[in-house]
């Protein structure tokens, strides 16, 4: 990254911290919103711009839905400031509910993605909240669905987190990330890096890569402008990440500090390229010695287990993977500290390019939530060439979701 685009930044996030501290004032909506981030997803860089802090609740002014929210996050960390004021917040509640969630005018507390996501998390922690209530408001939000079909990205997803505390699930929407603007951008990168499971839910997860390419275009040519603290908070965390990723990166593609996980990936790719070259020179044995041969894929197990070891020194066969649909399964390799996980398959009669496919989606699925594994690399002897269209096969199982790397590999190719 050179040093301009370097300060173009630092000038963007100087910017968006000083808007985060002159509004995010306490009792507001979005001084709640930026506490409960920075305390429930360890934001901490929002603690000194919250002003002031500790937080405070105006009891007389919880009739009032923005300080109602306000409260509502601070329900949601069990914060002692709320602790006595549980019976306050109830009543504040009980006359919000008397009210028409959805006026002509659209000015109500549905129609604020924060205040909505506030007052849904003290409906769900207030302990004076009766079952009643929560019905309420979980038909308001189910209501809310149709209603913000034709929102921004950023109130979509913020609805679709409020239901799903309540245990409601909106559908996912189809988006075009080319027409963002920076704070819908910011909110997919945000729940990508910091909820993944969250991204997965919503159907985010894949635009992760494109939405942090396109934020680091936009905020590198024009000047951010943010209408609200909660959308600057959000894009400060989401851009400082963007950021930071961009700078490792390109320190990784110039230097030699080590073997990290992207020499590592680069290692066991040339294995696995290389491979079919080593199974042929192990068959042709010096003073007419009976050749190494490769029949199944146990044979390819073990020989790629032995040169792993030649690279790796914690190198795990046969780890447990979490239960997908109702099955558990074992990974073939298990790259411990380089949290890669090499899976390895053979072709045959009954395991051509197609029934490949099949398996290699659900590993897919299946290694997504393993704790240890943050590359996957689908590897796929293929010395007979049944696979029709390798290429085809490689590009499409190959991707990145979210955090998690997939690279698949034929060989030979």
């Keep these: 990254m050179t040093t301009y685009l370097s300060g173009v930044y630092a000038q963007q996030l100087s910017t968006l911290a000083t808007h985060i501290a002159d509004d995010a004032v306490w009792p507001s909506p979005y001084a709640g919103f930026l506490y409960y981030l920075c305390n429930k997803y360890d934001q901490q860089f929002l603690a000194p711009l919250i002003n002031p802090s500790p937080p405070c609740v105006e009891l007389g002014r919880l009739y009032e839905a923005p300080i109602l929210a306000s ?19 109830h009543i504040g509640f009980q006359r919000l509910a ?17 205040e909505l996501l506030g007052i849904t998390l003290g409906v769900k922690h207030c302990p004076n ?34 239901s799903r505390l309540l245990g409601n699930s909106w559908a996912k929407r189809s988006w075009d990330i080319g027409q963002f603007p920076v704070d819908d951008l910011s909110i997919v990168v945000w729940l990508c890096a910091n ?9 985010v997860d894949q635009l992760y890569k494109q939405a942090e390419e396109s934020l680091l275009t936009q905020c590198a040519k024009t000047e951010v402008t943010i209408p609200d603290p909660a959308r600057a908070a959000i894009l400060y965390s989401s851009l400082d990440r963007a950021v930071s990723r961009s700078i490792e990166s390109e320190h990784e593609r110039n230097w030699q500090i080590g073997r990290d996980q992207a020499d590592a990936l680069s290692i066991v ?30 044979d ?7 040169l792993l070891k030649l690279h790796f020194d914690d190198v795990r066969p046969e780890e447990w993977t979490p239960s997908y649909a109702g099955n558990a399964s074992r990974v073939d390799f298990l790259l411990k ?4 996980v090499v899976e390895v398959k053979m072709t ?29 690399v689908c590897f796929v002897y293929d010395p007979e060439h049944r696979c029709t269209n390798p290429a085809a096969l490689e590009n499409d199982l190959s991707e990145q979701i979210g955090l998690f790397r997939v690279e698949a590999i034929v060989s030979p190719a």
């Design 98 to 114: 008397g009210r028409d969630p959805f006026p002509i005018d659209r000015q109500s507390f549905v129609y604020r993605p924060i």
């Design 195 to 203: 909820t993944p499971d969250l991204a997965f839910e919503f159907g």
């Design 337 to 340: 500290r380089e949290m890669i």
């Design 129 to 162: 909240t009766t079952q009643a209530e929560i019905d309420w408001l979980i038909n308001v939000l189910q209501s809310a669905e149709s209603r913000l079909k034709s929102a921004s990205c950023w109130q979509y997803l913020l609805g679709m987190y409020a």
């Design 300 to 306: 390819v197990q073990d020989l790629m287990h032995a």
């Design 269 to 298: 790719i040339t294995l696995c390229r290389r491979f079919d070259l080593c199974v042929r020179q192990l068959q042709r044995r010096q003073r007419s010695r009976n050749p190494f041969t490769v029949q199944d894929e146990y």
């Design 71 to 89: 409260a509502g996050y601070l329900f949601a960390l069990n914060h002692p400031v709320v602790r006595a004021s549980s019976e306050a917040w």
């Design 348 to 376: 045959r009669d009954s395991l051509a390019q197609r029934e490949l496919a099949d398996q290699l989606i659900i590993d897919k699925e299946r290694y997504r939530s393993h704790s240890d594994c943050r590359i996957l």
